[in-house]
């Protein structure tokens, strides 16, 4: 059985059908990189498995529990419930501007340990807290830039700090939408070693949408092509990227020439 199994996701927007039938599945500490031309549906099935998007259809199970099956409407805390299994790091990092790095990593680690001391659940202390967050900010190298805000960081720090706030929440699945896509090569390089330190380190199951090919041919274990809402291929990183069978995806390997 698999650690998160997907079965045939399918969104719309008006009479639009963004992504159809998409099903994958991928065990626990795997990575998953999805790949494909703009438009193609990659952000909105991370948003949709994110629950930033209501679902029209499909079967999300993490760990042989269904957290997710279409047509059955969700009350507001079981949408919460079924947030917390995935963290999701954007593009555009969205940190919050007034709260230092250290604050921005703790803040929603804080939060969540509120409502478990209110609701009778075990919770972390202030000072486990703390010191949780502490040891992130050494994991991504960043002690020294604990107590700046996010204007004073850099792209590269401030993607970093995102990844931590993430990491702190502890998700079952770690999602990741072009980590790297507003970073210069150089800031990108420390972003996707982080990602790579994660995958060797926390062992995190993780689905990345990105453009770096170089890069989601040595982290991913699988690699989904999609095109037009639909999966087109799916395999190992060696499978899509040194055997594609398609002439769609041969095309866009084609349009990333360092690779083939
Ligand atoms: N909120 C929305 N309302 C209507 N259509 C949308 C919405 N969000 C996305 N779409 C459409 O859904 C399609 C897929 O978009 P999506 O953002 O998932 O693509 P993508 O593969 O992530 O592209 P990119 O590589 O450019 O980020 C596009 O045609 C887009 O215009
Ligand atoms: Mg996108």
């Known amino acids: 059985m698999a650690y998160l199994e997907i079965k045939d996701l399918s969104k719309k927007y008006s009479d639009n059908e963004i992504i159809k039938n998409v099903s994958f599945s991928l065990d626990e500490g795997e990575v998953l990189s999805i790949i494909g031309l703009s438009g193609s549906g990659k952000t909105t099935t ?4 994110a629950s930033l998007e209501e679902i029209d259809n499909g079967e999300i199970s993490i760990n042989g529990e269904i957290i997710y099956k279409g047509g059955i409407s969700l009350k507001e805390s079981e949408i919460n ?11 555009s990092f969205n940190l919050f501007p007034q709260y230092t ?28 807290i703390n010191n949780l967050v502490n040891d992130l900010l050494g994991k991504i190298n960043l002690t020294q830039r604990a107590s700046a805000y996010p204007c004073e960081l850099s792209g590269g720090e401030s993607q970093r ?8 929440l502890n998700p ?22 982080v990602i790579n330190d994660i995958k060797k380190t926390f062992k995190k199951t993780m689905i990345i949408v990105t453009h770096e090919m170089e890069f989601a041919r ?21 499978e899509i990227f040194e055997n594609p069978k398609t002439d769609i995806l041969k095309q866009f390997l084609k349009t990333f020439d360092n690779i083939v």
């Open 46 to 49: 991370l948003r949709c498995l």
């Open 81 to 91: 419930e079924r947030r917390s299994h995935f963290g999701l790091v954007f593009q």
């Open 101 to 128: 790095a250290f604050e921005n990593i703790k803040l929603p680690l804080s939060l969540r340990e509120k409502r478990n001391k209110k609701k009778g659940q075990p919770y972390l202390s202030d000072e486990e």
């Open 161 to 168: 700090v995102a990844i931590a706030r993430a990491i702190a």
């Open 172 to 193: 079952d699945i770690l999602l990741f939408d072009e980590p790297t896509s507003a970073l210069d090569p150089i800031l990108s390089k420390e972003v996707l070693k």
């Open 218 to 238: 040595r982290v991913s274990d699988k690699v989904v092509f999609m095109n037009d809402g639909v999966i087109v291929e799916e395999g190992t990183s060696k």
